[in-house]
């Protein structure tokens, strides 16, 4: 049973269990696949980077979806080789990809090996046409980040993408969508679990300008968080 938790600039709901997030949050991915797919023909999907996305891409394997008719995209990416073990798109395709028949011309990773200036400038070319994504998804790190936005950085808001160095968050180097790209989408969703991210829930409700909530305020978010996360 999910109940209203107060978010400045968001919609949320509070779920008793990592586990409650992960399904409903696979739930609504889903759903919007198929409202997608029936008005457009398909659905662009943003991925989130991070581990708690992942439970979720793990049910989502496991579910029928038209899956020819999906586009992804990474909302960012760290500035490793392909096949390194921190990369997000490495994560994913283990949760997700590796499972599902998406063709992987459909499946659009960070080019990030390139650096982070290369990276930006090539993945701007992919997102620009892409625009507006159907589904965003989103985490949120213990600082308040999202995506690779972190306190305290300026954003590029005439870009979709932008150049990330000296990333508090391990690796320093990053390519991230900018606010800008991440809020044209006709849905936003925000995962948030685990008592980890107490101090930044509590920080956003206090009305701090945390990246995440720049972010949510200005798409059309809706935070799933589970009770760890809100304490109490
Ligand atoms: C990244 C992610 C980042 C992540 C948060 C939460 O590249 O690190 O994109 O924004 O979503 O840091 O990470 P966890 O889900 O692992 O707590």
Redesign the pocket.
């Known amino acids: 049973m999910s109940e209203g938790f107060l978010l400045p600039g968001a919609e949320s709901r509070l779920l008793a269990t990592k586990d409650d997030v992960a399904q409903a949050a696979a739930e609504l991915i889903l759903a919007a696949s198929r409202q997608a797919i029936d008005e457009r023909g398909r659905f662009r999907l943003v991925l989130?980077?991070?581990?708690?996305?992942e439970a979720a891409y793990r049910r989502l394997a496991r579910e029928a979806a038209d899956w020819g008719r999906w586009e992804l995209f990474f909302?960012?990416?760290?500035c490793r080789p392909v096949d390194h073990p921190e990369r997000?798109s490495r994560a994913a395709s283990a949760a997700l990809l590796a499972h599902v028949p998406i063709p992987s011309r459909q499946v659009h990773p960070i080019p990030a090996e390139r650096g982070a200036e290369a990276g930006a400038a090539a993945y701007a070319e992919t997102v620009a046409p892409a625009l507006p994504f159907d589904l965003v998804l989103?985490?949120?790190?213990?600082d308040g980040?999202?995506?690779?936005l972190f306190p305290g950085q300026v954003f590029d808001e005439t870009l979709p993408v932008m150049p990330v160095h000296d990333a508090p968050?391990p690796p320093p180097d990053?390519v991230s969508l900018t606010p800008s790209a991440l809020v044209q989408c006709r849905q936003m969703l925000i995962?948030v679990t685990?008592a980890?991210?107490r101090a930044a829930v509590d920080a956003w409700r206090a009305g701090e300008p945390l990246p995440v909530a720049q972010v949510a305020a200005k798409g059309p978010a809706l935070v799933l968080l589970d009770r760890d996360a809100v304490g109490g």
């Open positions: 989130a980077g991070g581990t708690t996305p909302g960012d990416e760290r997000n989103l985490g949120i790190g213990e980040h999202t995506a690779s968050k990053r995962l685990g980890g991210k």
